[in-house]
């Protein structure tokens, strides 16, 4: 099968007052539809760095980025705008909602940046994810009135409403207990049975352990690579970890 | 110690910063720098004291007679002057155009008439010879002159033996027996100073002048109880010689003004205070935005603010914290303000100076003082006040909690943002409207400087002057004098027309076969007397004749109409030998139409058109008034025309009084254009800074607030908004505040240009309305649009990731 996206020698350095800091350091690697990634490693190894790349968040300061067959530096602005809309669910490590929406709102928003749909039709999509997630009743709330966990649930809703291929979590269960961290595994696990590729951050060996695939970075590099064998895959990965 | 760490602290904020910090400034120095020298130049002009020793204690005389501003009269000085108990000094003087001749050339000076003690009231002596004493005003004293240094140097080249001389003042050999001291104008522009002789004091009171009050209290008297005293001194000798001499009744008041306040008839306060207001609108309006720019930006760090307080911080010393990035700006941009306005005061000095030979009022010496440095203190705390402690105060004492609860700005941000949008509106509609009504200012004031008058005043000059009525007191003396006066002018072989010419009027007209019920119903026709042919004005015969010797009184009396009245009222037919009664004096004078003259603005017609008014002369013969314009009309290129008219006048008689200078007939025309010019110019630059002012402001706010929401953009952009989106976003919001702005700015011009219209008839064409408003709306928009394009641009560039870090 064929990799859905694919780093070659991909770095970022981050220049701020004379100070070059090497968030991702030649890194390649291949992930392939369907696949179902952890990524773990300690505080400021790059993790939040490689996923806002995978995420058309940022770009690499060198290398190339290859998604879906597409070199991504050959995409205008607005073509990557429109593949974030429509391919990619986001969640942030600090959730990032708009204040001045309501959980509804925030949740209908990557909808409505896609054309040709509905009012109807994008606030019932909303409001089903939120059952989902079980923040129905609180739709009308705005941010600002939810415990940390609740907007972590609001953003993972967000992340899924339109149904991407790929979603991209940054600590998704990080501020839950572990009923809702479980509720939200189960939302991912249920998604990758229905063929959606995710790639997860987490700091939680037993959340890693449920993943098809683990890696690992370790200062701006890929430092390990691992299949989870006993996770049924919907892809057989072919692995090229470059060498730390 | 703390302080100088929240100083270092705010000072490293503002070099951060450099474009809003230069921006801050700008809005800062403008609004400053306006109103702060609005209040110096009034100061100086109203309410400084006198820049003579003991300048703050002279006061000028005002009596207002049933309301209306005048003066003292002679025979009332008279009978008071040595028993008003309040004053330590009281005196009079006249002022006067005085023709001093040397050799054959003759200029004219401003001068004053004054009596022994006016020179000490000054307290100032002259630097050769003395002053005028009580000896000199003594009838049949010999004539005496002080002139000042400017005379002297410019006449006699600074003449070390100038007290031997004699000079001829008004055509009379003067001796000169004293120089005034450099700059000394006392009591405002006067550069020769005669004695005001006794007589004119000893006049009946029929005859009795209106003369110049001045006064200084005794110690310990306040104004309030002088003014009383006076007041019911002057009324009880008024009130004696009603009967008397069938003087017009009245009620009397006095009122001891500065000089420079009686200067301006005792208008200067409102002038004041209109002025003051105006331009303290200006000052609050770049506080508003100052104030506003800066809690935009202690919003951006409330967080930062909140962990302070959680850390135990207390509330004085975050209101510090927050204050000193306003106080330092504010104080920077008062002080750059004193410099600005010095500079300007200073150029006001030479632009007066160049402009008014004379040098004006003495008191006119612009540039920086102690009272507006002063000012500039005050200025500069009120704006701390309103542009930084309030949004400091505000700042620290948000809710902590809801703050930091969440990664969001929270309520407090929302209502900050509400605030920006309407004070954007509202400067919007502030800055319209300023626009609007500034490009009707403009049309008016260049229709008026390009007015087509409807007359011909090339080589035309005026002399204006009264008929000494106690020597000529039956009109057909009056009239023969003036006879005699135009019969010498038309000797001088360079003169080719005269004419004598007076505006008596708006005056009351009955059309002979029509029924007036009311008073309301006659009509309303500027009417003038005329004696001479009006050609030499340019004002030119159309059908019948001039007025001629036969139409003097006794014989019928006769009218000459201008064209656009004779179409009104006769269309179609010819109005010459038709009859209508107009009202002069309070009596119906039945007067016969003998010509037709072209048409000429009038003081009807200012707003309109030259033929929308009516303009009827009658015969100077028949209707006389002892106050006359005498125009006469020279050959190109006569040397010193004014020497025509002074020579007729010393022929004739001595004693006519000029009220002003002998000049040619358009300079009083172009000194009102020129002034015209220079008002609007004024009120244009002003108008302009305030809208640069406003203009600034707006594209703050709007960048602010597009700069606040650089993180939401990220977030928008993280799931999938276009570039295009997000603009839109920003233009639409944008948008509503100028659509709402523009229409209440649009709603309000249309109901001022709608009474306008109607009040001018017409002036101007009504689709000069609707490009004014088409120009304005379009300029606005463009400009409001790019306040949100250019930052919104720079948000949306910034990749997604950095824009979400942004707090
Ligand atoms: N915009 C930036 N400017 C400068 N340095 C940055 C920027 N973003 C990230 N870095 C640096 O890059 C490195 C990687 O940061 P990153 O956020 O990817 O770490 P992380 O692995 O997600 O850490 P954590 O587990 O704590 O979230 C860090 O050293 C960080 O300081
Ligand atoms: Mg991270």
Not at chain 2, 100 to 115: F, T
Not at chain 2, 145 to 165: K, M
Not at chain 2, 358 to 368: I, N
Not at chain 2, 451 to 467: C, H, I, Q
């Amino acid at each position: 099968m064929k990799a859905l996206l694919k780093l070659n020698d991909v770095s970022k350095t981050f220049l701020t007052e004379d100070i070059e800091t090497k968030a991702i350091n030649d890194i390649s690697l291949e992930i392939n539809k369907g696949e179902y990634v952890a990524l773990s490693g300690q505080s400021g190894c790059g993790k939040s760095t490689l996923l806002s790349l995978l995420g058309l968040l940022d770009s690499p300061t060198a290398g190339q980025y290859w998604l879906a067959d597409n070199d991504i530096s050959s995409l205008s602005r607005n073509q990557r705008a429109e593949i974030r809309s429509k391919e990619i669910g986001f969640v942030f490590q600090s959730f990032n909602l708009i204040s001045d929406l309501t959980v509804l709102e925030n949740v209908m928003l990557p909808l409505t940046y896609q054309s040709g749909l509905s009012k109807a039709v994008i606030e019932n999509r909303a409001k089903v994810v939120l059952e989902k997630v079980e923040m129905g009743h609180r739709k009308n709330h705005f941010p600002s009135q939810l415990s940390g966990g609740q907007q972590q649930r609001v953003a993972v809703a967000r992340a899924l409403v339109n149904e991407p291929k790929i979603i991209l979590a940054d600590e998704p269960t990080g501020n839950l207990d572990s009923k809702n961290a479980e509720s939200v595994l189960q939302l991912f696990e249920q998604l990758h049975r229905e063929g959606a590729t995710i790639c997860m951050v987490t700091h939680d060996p037993a959340s890693a352990k449920r993943a098809s695939r683990c890696l690992e970075m370790f200062d701006g590099r890929l430092i390990k690579d691992s299949i989870n064998s006993t996770i049924k895959n919907n892809a057989v990965s072919t692995l090229e970890v470059a060498a730390g | 110690m703390s302080i100088w760490l929240d100083i270092k602290y705010a000072l490293r904020l503002l070099f951060n910063a450099p474009k809003f910090t230069a921006m801050t400034l700008g809005v800062l120095i403008g609004g400053l720098s306006i109103s702060l020298f609005t209040f110096s130049f009034l100061y100086t002009s109203i309410y400084k004291p006198l820049p003579i020793p003991e300048g703050e204690t002279a006061k000028a005389l005002a009596v207002f007679e049933d309301g209306k501003y005048r003066y003292i009269r002679s025979f009332e000085y008279q009978a008071i002057k040595d028993n008003v108990a309040s004053f330590a000094e009281f005196g009079v003087y006249d002022t006067g155009d005085m023709r001093i001749n040397i050799k054959e050339s003759g200029k004219s000076y401003y001068g004053s008439y004054v009596r022994a003690g006016f020179f000490e009231f000054s307290r100032i002596k002259p630097i050769l010879g003395r002053t005028i004493s009580e000896n000199d005003t003594l009838v049949g004293a010999p004539a005496v002159a002080v002139i000042s240094y400017e005379v002297w140097q410019s006449e006699y080249q600074g003449n070390e033996n100038i007290l031997t001389r004699s000079i001829k003042v008004d055509g009379i050999n003067t001796d000169i027996i004293g120089v005034m001291p450099k700059d000394y104008r006392f009591p405002n522009m006067s550069k020769v100073w005669l004695p005001l002789l006794n007589s004119v004091l000893l006049e009946s009171p029929q005859h009795s002048e209106y003369l110049y009050g001045y006064a200084r209290l005794k110690a310990g008297v306040n104004i309030k109880d002088a003014e009383q005293e006076l007041t019911q001194k002057i009324n009880q000798i008024y009130q004696r010689n009603v009967k008397l001499f069938d003087l017009p009744k009245v009620e009397k008041h006095v009122k001891l003004l500065t000089f420079q306040m009686a200067q301006t008839g005792n208008d200067g306060a409102v002038a004041f205070a209109g002025l003051m207001t105006i331009s303290f609108l200006i000052l609050l309006l770049a506080c508003i935005n100052v104030g506003n720019l800066l809690l935009a930006r202690s919003i951006e760090r409330q967080k930062e603010t909140a962990i302070r307080a959680a850390l135990g911080a207390k509330t004085a010393r975050l209101v510090s914290q927050l204050l000193w990035e306003g106080v330092i700006i504010a104080s920077v941009g008062g002080l750059l303000s004193v410099l600005l306005v010095g500079a300007a005061l200073d150029y006001t000095e030479v632009a007066i100076h160049s402009w008014l030979p004379g040098g004006g009022s003495f008191w006119w010496h612009y540039g920086m003082d102690g009272a507006t440095l002063l000012m500039a203190v005050v200025f500069t705390l009120i704006t701390i006040l309103l542009s930084a402690f309030f949004p400091a105060w505000r700042s620290a004492h948000q809710d902590i909690n809801s703050t930091l609860r969440d990664g969001t700005r929270g309520a407090q941000s929302k209502k900050a943002g509400r605030v920006s949008r309407i004070l954007v509106t509202t400067q919007v509609f502030l800055v319209a409207l300023l626009m609007l009504i500034g490009s009707i200012t403009a049309f008016i004031s260049h229709k008026f400087i390009n007015l087509e008058m409807g007359d011909d005043y090339s080589n035309v000059m005026t002399a204006r002057f009264s008929v000494p009525e106690k020597k000529y007191p039956e009109p057909q003396q009056q009239i023969a004098l003036m006879q005699s006066l135009i019969a010498k002018l038309e000797q001088h072989p360079n003169l080719v027309g005269v004419i004598n010419h007076n505006w008596i009027g708006a005056s009351k007209v009955m059309l002979e076969g029509h029924e007036y019920l009311s008073e309301e119903d006659k009509l309303l026709i500027d009417v003038a007397s005329l004696i001479g042919d009006s050609a030499t004005v340019g004002v030119n015969l159309v059908a019948g004749r001039q007025f001629t010797h036969l139409d003097k009184s006794g014989n019928r009396k006769t009218a000459i109409i201008s064209q656009s009245m004779a179409k009104r009222y006769w269309p179609g037919e010819s109005p010459l030998e038709k009859s209508f009664t107009v009202n002069i004096n309070d009596i119906d004078e039945r007067v016969f139409i003998v010509g037709v003259v072209t048409n000429r603005m009038n003081a009807s017609a200012m707003f309109g058109s030259r033929d929308s008014a009516d303009e009827i002369y009658l015969s100077g013969l028949q209707f006389f008034d002892p106050y006359q314009i005498l125009l006469y009309k020279t050959l190109p290129n006569t040397q010193q025309p004014e020497e025509i008219f002074y020579q007729a006048m010393f022929a004739i008689d001595r004693s006519i009084e000029l009220t002003y200078s002998v000049q040619g007939a358009s300079e009083n025309r172009n000194k009102m254009r020129e002034s015209m010019g220079l008002m609007s110019e004024i009120t244009f630059g002003t108008g302009f800074f305030s809208l640069l002012l406003a203009m600034v402001g707006i594209y703050g706010l709007t960048a602010n607030s597009v700069a606040q929401r650089t993180h939401e953009v990220g977030i928008r952009r993280a799931v999938g908004a276009s570039d295009r989106d997000i603009l839109r976003m920003f233009l639409k919001q944008g948008g509503k505040q100028l659509i709402i702005g523009l229409s209440l700015a649009l709603l309000i011009f249309a109901l001022i240009s709608f009474g306008f219209h109607k009040f001018t008839e017409g002036i101007f064409p009504v689709y000069i309305y609707f490009s004014q408003a088409l120009t304005v709306v379009f300029g606005l928009t463009v400009v409001v649009m790019l306040a949100i394009y250019l930052p919104s641009k720079k948000a949306v560039i910034m990749e997604p990731s950095m824009a979400l870090r942004y707090e």
